[in-house]
């Protein structure tokens, strides 16, 4: 048990210590705001306030957790004890606002504020203060909240947070469920003139050969299952089941085989819904593919992805906790791994335009295949070595490490040619001890 006092209590001061004591650490804690109780209490105790009081821990705050406005303000990030920082006080104990600080990473307050979208209406990664400030491949809460447990158990040795234990949640993506199969005749000759207008023969002999019998490159889901059998674990499926458009390619929904792969993933493993890119202009077709979905597997899905990882603060959120979903995976970066949170723990929602903490879990990723190949441009070696380095600190901070993976990227065929060992490298490194 461990006592906080603050001079007032807010909703967001209510989440962050709940994020931290009961999330991270797994020990009980009291708020107070009453003095008196607090000076005489035995317990180990923190200082939530601008004065000083002897036998505490003493934490400056800054002004953001007990306002209600999102403000644009500068942020001077400095280092600390090899730690980069920001929002400093003059505390004694710990130069920062570190609640303050994990708060503004978490709540994801900065993508509240003005910024330059890009094609898809994304935050990208090199607009986030981790990525300008040179922390954005560090699980830096988790870091700082490890680093506060050590910084407590120095003051009072009976403090003693509960060790959390490394967890690994593989993820995978169905955008394109099969190459050239079960497209259509429309779909299949207008892919075959393209081909052959580019003069790529050896696509349009794969693509024939695939509708003669031979296996579709992009089924490569036994294979999958059997990589993953080796550990014991089974990935969460995500399926993209939206109309047919731009940026919606995947199979006709009234295909029976379509229908018949999500069936059978289902009754091994979790299938949860990809909400297509049109989505997020209606509600009721995201409602739709949700009905779809469920329909097929016969139960309700609890978990979400947003497909090319659209996410706008809160109406993608507020949209899913409408629809019932109790888990996102899509708070991470295409154009860059990493932490976007600055956290490798899932945490709850915390809608800042409503000042609530909601029922939806996030579940940020640090890593997607096409962010290594396409965005970032690695060879594998590189991707292999970027993957263990995140990997590498997840595992420090005994943290959560999830991973964005598409059917297609290990099926060895187009520009996912060779980059089949890079998943089996980063499952070695996950098991390693």
């Known amino acids: ?186 779909r299949t000759i207008g892919a075959a003139m393209r081909d052959l207008f580019k003069m790529d023969v050896a696509e349009n002999v794969k693509r024939f050969q695939a509708l003669a019998g031979e296996k579709d490159p992009f089924d490569t889901y036994s294979y999958i299952d059997s990589l993953h059998a080796q550990y014991g674990i089974s990935p969460v499926w995500f399926f993209l089941v939206g109309n047919y458009n731009t940026y919606d390619k995947n199979l006709p929904l009234d295909n029976d085989a379509f229908q018949s792969l999500i069936k059978e993933i289902s009754q091994r493993a979790e299938v949860a819904i990809h909400p297509s890119y049109e989505s997020n202009q209606s509600f009721e077709q995201l409602k739709s593919e949700y009905d779809y979905l469920s329909g097929i597997i016969g139960k309700p899905i609890t978990k979400s992805r947003q497909h090319f990882l659209k996410l706008l603060f809160s109406e993608t959120y507020q949209n899913l906790i409408k629809l019932g979903i109790k888990e996102d995976y899509t708070l991470g970066y295409a154009s860059d791994v990493g932490f976007r949170a600055g956290t490798c723990t899932p945490f709850m929602f915390y809608d800042l335009y409503n000042e609530i903490e909601t029922e939806l879990r996030i579940f940020p990723f640090q890593v997607m295949d096409v962010t290594l190949n396409q965005y970032l441009k690695l060879s594998v070696e590189e991707a292999e070595k970027k993957i263990k380095e995140l990997i590498d600190k997840i595992k420090a901070v005994n943290g959560t490490f999830i991973c964005l993976w598409h059917n297609e990227s290990l099926s060895d065929h187009g520009y996912w040619k060779g980059w089949e060992p890079v998943y089996k490298k980063m499952l070695e490194v996950v098991f390693q001890k």
């Open 1 to 186: 048990m461990i006592l906080i006092y603050t001079q007032n209590t807010t909703a967001r001061l209510e989440y962050i210590l709940k994020f931290v004591f009961e999330d991270m650490y797994k020990v009980e804690y009291q708020v107070t705001t009453d003095m008196n109780r607090f000076e005489k209490s035995s317990l180990p105790k923190i200082n939530y306030s601008s004065d000083p009081i002897p036998g505490s821990f003493h934490i400056i705050p800054v002004e953001l957790l007990f306002e209600t406005d999102i403000i644009q303000t500068k942020i001077n990030v400095e280092s600390w004890n090899n730690q980069k920082i920001f929002f400093q006080t003059k505390s004694k104990d710990l130069p920062f606002d570190i609640l303050a600080a994990s708060f503004y990473l978490i709540s994801r307050y900065e993508e509240y504020l003005p910024f330059n979208a890009d094609q898809h209406g994304r935050f990208e990664a090199n607009q986030s203060l981790a990525f300008k400030n040179g922390f954005l491949y560090d699980p830096i809460v988790d870091q700082w909240v490890c680093m506060l447990a050590g910084l407590l158990h120095q003051k009072f040795h009976d403090f003693k947070a509960c060790e959390r234990e490394f967890k690994f949640i593989p993820t995978i993506d169905i955008d394109n469920a099969y190459a050239y199969l079960y497209k259509g005749t429309v």
